[in-house]
């Protein structure tokens, strides 16, 4: 069952949806997240047994009596950039609900819901603006046990370099420290390590972190203690990944961003991958920014900060891309980390070392009701996509996922690679082999295409680069360097 994809087709809203009959082994669906989660069980064939009766228990057979169960969410900020709203940027907290509901079901022995988000976050903003709250109130209300952590060490007063931190936020006796040394995938980078970059921290740190022979990460320990994670991403695009689902929401189950290289300074002409070319201004700014960056709080840093974005707004106004944060196609870097995490919660222990056999099960359960396109993972618009998936297998679901947005995921590094053959393999079976279950229909996955033929509107930087062509997938990768192709 790893290599199937379970789809269920919904209406595209978050509005309150109850259907005659519907659920009774959650007591009535109220929400169309409730409608949608049953569906996708049904289609799933979970209990099949049971199915229409209050004794179905769909999850029992993934989760075990008295398993410590994750649920990890996409809360990456509190606000939209775009002005569209939270629903096409985090996973909706209806989903979230209507997983919870189906996990009391399974006896749990404790419960987790959790994420690290954007460093700028603010958390309780978040939890009023996403109705958060108030899922916390009903879940609780129901007999749940659960507990809602952010993951986070580092949280910055406000989403810009010069506001002040605060560090060490949660303490380290709340994580487990991973190096995954020479198995790391951006070893073949690390001759140049001094490049790795990620936005708005000191590069030094990265430095620490990773090197030749060193790729550290720092993961939740509830994450590391789990028997089951259940994967709650929200689908939309990406600018750097160009799609984040299933793969890149693990993101969010390391502390500190200065573990997670996500691009390489300079352009490609120069060894870098911010940014394609070898434009001198935008070496000059990125300079800038790392002068920013290496500085405490304060006017020279905000002088510096300053500098750097006028520069990047003059070169916009006179038709330069503006893109300074390996936000294109050829971003090499950030799926190399995030296939990394997928290989920590796969093998990870809690003594940092991964096994040789999986440690725990990894359910991903994928929330494209309402999804995002256009220039993610803060400036998403909405797309109507009205769909749910999900899938025991992350690399599966997420190559799916493509093919739905009318993306071909072998022009997608991030979703091509985690197919590849390296040591802790996230897959035991090629892209071919996966199978798509949609109502009583069984497809293989390059049969799909968008639904209503709705493309989603990939990010600038990666147009003409990742749609699916006419007739198929395409047979040449394009995207930053590779694994599987050698």
Request: hydrophobic share 40%.
């Amino acid at each position: 069952m790893h290599n199937v994809v379970a789809v269920a087709r919904t209406k595209a809203s978050y509005q309150s949806s109850a259907e005659a009959g519907c659920a009774p082994e959650i007591g009535g669906a109220t929400t169309s997240a409730e409608v949608a989660l049953h569906q996708l069980f049904r289609t799933w064939r979970l209990d099949p047994d049971h199915y229409g009766t209050s004794a179905w228990n769909p999850l029992a057979a993934l989760i075990p009596v008295g398993s410590r169960i994750v649920l990890k969410p996409n809360w990456v900020f509190h606000e939209n950039q775009s002005g569209a709203g939270l629903e096409c940027l985090i996973t909706h907290s209806s989903i979230i609900e209507a997983v919870a509901k189906y996990v009391s079901l399974t006896d749990p022995a404790r419960v987790v819901i959790g994420d690290a988000p954007l460093q700028g976050c603010d958390f309780e903003q978040l939890r009023r603006n996403a109705g958060i709250e108030g899922m916390a109130d009903r879940l609780r209300r129901s007999g749940l046990q659960f507990s809602i952590v952010d993951f986070r060490r580092t949280i910055l007063a406000g989403n810009a370099v010069d506001r002040q931190r605060s560090e060490g936020v949660r303490d380290l006796s709340n994580f487990v420290l991973f190096d995954l040394k020479n198995d790391s995938l951006l070893e073949s980078l690390s001759k140049d390590a001094s490049r790795f970059r990620v936005t708005m921290y000191n590069p030094e740190l990265l430095q620490r972190t990773h090197g030749a022979g060193r790729h550290q990460y720092l993961v939740a320990r509830e994450v590391i203690e789990a028997n089951v994670v259940i994967n709650l991403a929200k689908l939309k695009s990406h600018r750097k990944a160009c799609v984040t689902g299933a793969l890149k929401n693990l993101i969010g189950i390391n502390g500190n961003k200065e573990y997670l290289p996500h691009h390489r300074k300079g352009g490609s002409e120069s060894g870098g991958d911010c940014y394609v070319g070898g434009q001198v201004w935008k070496w000059a700014t990125e300079g800038l920014l790392d002068a920013a960056n290496r500085r405490p709080p304060g006017p020279v840093q905000a002088a510096f900060a300053w500098t750097a974005g006028t520069a990047e707004k003059i070169a916009v106004k006179v038709g330069a891309d503006g893109n300074l944060e390996g936000s294109w196609y050829g971003n090499g870097t950030i799926w190399r980390t995030c296939l990394d995490l997928q290989r920590i919660l796969r093998y990870g222990r809690l003594d940092g070392s991964l096994a040789a056999a999986p440690q725990r099960t990894v359910i991903s359960i994928t929330d494209a009701i309402i999804g995002g396109e256009g220039e993610g993972p803060l400036a998403n618009t909405p797309v109507p996509s009205g769909f749910v998936t999900g899938a025991l297998n992350s690399a599966a679901a997420e190559w799916v996922h493509a093919r739905l947005m009318g993306f071909d995921p072998m022009k997608i590094a991030l979703i091509r690679e985690a197919f590849g053959q390296f040591s802790y393999a996230l897959t035991d079976f090629s892209p071919d082999a996966v199978r798509v279950w949609i109502a009583e229909t069984e497809s293989p996955a390059g049969d799909i295409r968008p639904f209503e033929g709705r493309s989603f509107l990939p990010p600038r930087g990666w147009r003409g680069h990742c749609e699916l062509m006419e007739g198929g997938l395409s047979t040449r990768a394009e995207s930053g360097d590779s694994c599987l192709f050698g």
